[in-house]
């Protein structure tokens, strides 16, 4: 079976997926991303990359994302503020809703499933 590898993902090009489509009035993150794995049962893993900004978050399925490079924060409907930086991980779990807000371009590897 061959491994999926993606080497140097810091200077990887990236697809763009244009504007975010759950962007909140008055903001237009940008998003692209780079598949690394994905299959039939749902899992998936890759680069997402997201431009400044604010858009809605909903989460339908448990998320680990390590941050590459920027600034996130996240403010849940209930109003708890979590922020990460490059170096940093995060586990969104599934249901997490709530403001996603691009500080500095975020470039993540993430990992769903």
Known sequence: MKLPVKKQVM????????VH???LEGSAPETSWLEVYSDDEGRESGI???TPGKYRMERES??????LQGHWKLISDDG??????????IFLRNGWCGTSHIIETVRKVFMIG
């Open 62 to 67: 448990d998320e680990f994302c390590y941050i």
């Open 48 to 50: 997402w990359e997201c």
């Open 80 to 89: 708890e503020v979590s922020e990460v930086k490059a170096g940093d991980a």
């Open 11 to 18: 200077e990887q090009g990236l697809e763009s997926l244009g």
């Open 21 to 23: 489509p759950t962007s």
